[in-house]
């Protein structure tokens, strides 16, 4: 906020009361406040879904010969044409939370492309052209599985046990033995690391259960992902390098270093019957028996994790925090990409008829329905505040300093106060509130109206203020681990503090009214009795705006209550997770994005 808004600490004169999650009063059935219409159908922003919505891809891979690209992104399975980029089916897998340092497997069956995923409940499925899944009889423990080249399904464990599955049969098909590092690759070919003698350590190829050691290697035993040519050379991935062998009608090679990475991290790689490429920044190529790669050039604006090449290595499919890019392998010329209406933030326009959205890989992107208006790139990746400040122009933060964003110019613009806030929130009237970091006694300050007040925290994680300035309210826990682990409210004109014991997911605040959201459910603190409003599945989003509390769930829907706890309906049509929630200034328009794009409703009576 500047050095002259501070002013002395403010110190507290009594213990302050601590207020433990309360008991609820029941939420009133019926809806008694705003009119509002919750039967309309959802509008995707944006317009109909594309791989540049792809903005957190897992695995890639080419199916029914090049014609189409099979993606994992944020626990769904995505089938794009690769003529146009556009979505063909998706079923939701489940987005696996066991957090090993891996990629999903992911493959496609030549007869009828079927794709071949482990799911987040680390199972096998099947699922068909259409997006229709199959299970197996019974779940098969995997972090692994691929098709066999009789049909079957082949899986491995952590502990290196492998499993087929055909048709209602399953059966255990062998074990890697006691692997410290195990994956699976094309036609079900396990690869395990361990130790291969009394003072050795090397790989293990278990292929159609014939095991054959591997010729040693040059390189570490890590295995992030498995990349197989046609004729059998593969490549492991690893941390911060990959090794390679090569295959012929002998055997294999030894397992040479294909990509050292010079102690910085490897993003992925893809093997074919003529090359090798590999991601780190740029895409990096090379013929199979070449010793030198070629910088093809950068796909993306900031790094990528995937990559996948078609036959004949003429186009390389780059997994971008924006999108799938395509690379001319020949030229580096880039194609794809797009714009996607996904983010973390969003903001109404004055006159609502226009949506702001704070998306992924440092781009932020402006809508008029499904029509892009302006788009403007970001200097960092990590989501900060986004407001509008006239019809014509955006404001908010970019790694802590207050920017805005002209329309006319497209450019980002550095603005006056000078700030480095870790949190901030912008008036009614224009003025900030601001957390502030230091690096001496007290860490921790709640900056606001020319007052600074000092908060006992170790990390905070969240910052809401009621537009009118009058109160704040701050969630106290561990550094971007949720929920977080208490709140303290701030009155801004006194500085006084109110402690509550309350667990949060998400907060917001708004005139005379505090709402927590924890699970499926939400608290709403006010001057009268606190109440909870149930949403049904676990709160993602929240929103507060002109008397409306609106509450985004991982099942995509939007349930609006009134500041009383009384229902105002549900609001359908959405798909996937939602990260953000916004509600228009006249309260006639609600905005939602998540990981499967962006819709609006229209709920003026």
């Given at each position: 906020m500047g050095r002259q808004m501070l002013v002395a600490l403010l110190v507290a004169c009594s213990s302050p009361r601590v207020i433990t999650a309360p008991t609820p009063a029941p939420a009133a059935p019926v809806a008694s406040g705003p009119r509002l219409r919750v039967d309309r159908p959802a509008e995707r922003i944006g317009g109909p879904p594309t791989w540049a919505d792809a903005t957190e891809i897992d695995a890639m891979r080419l199916c029914r010969d090049d014609s189409e690209l099979l993606?994992?992104?944020?626990?769904?399975?995505?089938?794009?044409?690769?003529?146009?980029?556009?979505?063909?089916?998706?079923?939701?897998?489940?987005?696996s939370k066991d957090g090993a340092n891996r990629r999903p497997t992911i493959d496609c069956r030549g007869s009828d492309g079927a794709a071949l995923v482990v799911t987040g409940a680390h199972s096998p499925e099947i699922v068909d052209a259409a997006g229709s899944a199959t299970a197996p009889p019974q779940p098969i423990a995997a972090i692994g599985a691929m098709f066999t080249h009789d049909g079957a399904v082949r899986t491995v464990d952590d502990d290196g046990a492998i499993t087929e599955w055909r048709g209602s049969a399953i059966a255990a098909?062998?074990?890697?033995?006691?692997a410290l590092e195990v994956g699976i690759t094309e036609g079900g070919t396990v690869l395990a690391y361990g130790r291969t003698g009394k003072n050795t350590f090397g790989w293990t190829m278990i292929r159609d259960g014939v095991r054959t050691q591997l010729p040693a290697a040059q390189a570490s035993s890590e295995a992030k992902s498995i990349a197989m040519a046609p004729d059998g050379t593969f490549a492991i991935e690893g941390e911060l390098g990959s090794i390679a062998w090569l295959a012929n009608r002998q055997g294999y090679f030894a397992g040479k270093t294909l990509y050292?990475?010079?102690?910085?991290?490897?993003?992925?790689?893809?093997?074919?019957?003529?090359?090798?490429?590999?991601?780190?920044?740029?895409l990096y190529y090379r013929t199979r028996y070449a010793f030198k790669w070629r910088d093809v050039g950068q796909p993306c604006d900031s790094f990528a994790d995937v990559v996948a090449l078609d036959a004949g290595d003429h186009r390389a499919y780059v997994g971008c925090p924006n999108g799938v890019h395509v690379i001319d392998v020949a030229t580096g010329k880039a194609s794809g990409g797009g714009d996607t209406a996904q983010g973390g933030e969003l903001a109404w326009s004055p006159g609502g008829e226009r949506i702001a959205i704070r998306g992924t890989g440092g781009h932020m992107t402006v809508w008029s329905g499904t029509k892009l208006i302006q788009r403007f790139d970001v200097d960092v990746d990590d989501h900060g505040t986004l407001w509008w400040t006239s019809p014509s122009e955006l404001g908010g933060t970019d790694g802590?300093?207050?920017?805005?964003?002209?329309?006319?110019t497209g450019t980002e613009e550095t603005v006056k106060p000078e700030l480095d806030a870790h949190l901030l929130a912008r008036l009614r009237d224009g003025t900030f509130v601001s957390v502030q970091r230091h690096m001496q006694a007290p860490e921790w300050t709640l900056v606001a109206r020319g007052r600074s007040i000092p908060i006992e925290a170790g990390w905070i994680g969240e910052l809401a203020v009621d537009p009118a300035g009058t109160r704040a309210l701050v969630a106290i826990g561990q550094y971007n681990e949720r929920p977080w682990k208490s709140l303290v409210a701030f009155d801004l004109a006194t500085g006084s503090a109110t402690p509550y014991a309350m667990e949060?997911?998400?907060i917001a605040a708004g005139d005379g009214v505090l709402v927590i959201a924890r699970g499926d459910s939400a608290t709403i603190l006010h001057d009268g009795d606190p109440r909870t409003i149930a949403h049904g599945a676990a709160i993602t989003a929240l929103a507060l705006g002109r008397g409306v509390i609106a509450l985004g769930g991982a099942d995509g829907s939007v349930s609006l209550w009134t500041t009383d706890g009384a229902a105002l309906g549900k609001l359908t049509g959405a798909r996937g997770e939602l990260d953000a929630l916004a509600v228009s200034q006249d309260g006639s328009h609600l905005a939602a994005t998540g990981v499967d794009g962006a819709w609006s409703w229209n709920l003026a009576p």
């Open positions: 993606v994992i992104d944020r626990g769904w399975l995505r089938r794009y044409r690769t003529a146009d980029g556009s979505l063909v089916a998706e079923t939701e897998i489940g987005e098909a062998g074990s890697a033995g006691d050292d990475g010079g102690g910085a991290r490897l993003g992925g790689i893809a093997a074919s019957d003529r090359g090798f490429a590999v991601l780190q920044g740029d802590g300093r207050l920017v805005a964003w002209p329309l006319a949060a997911d998400a």
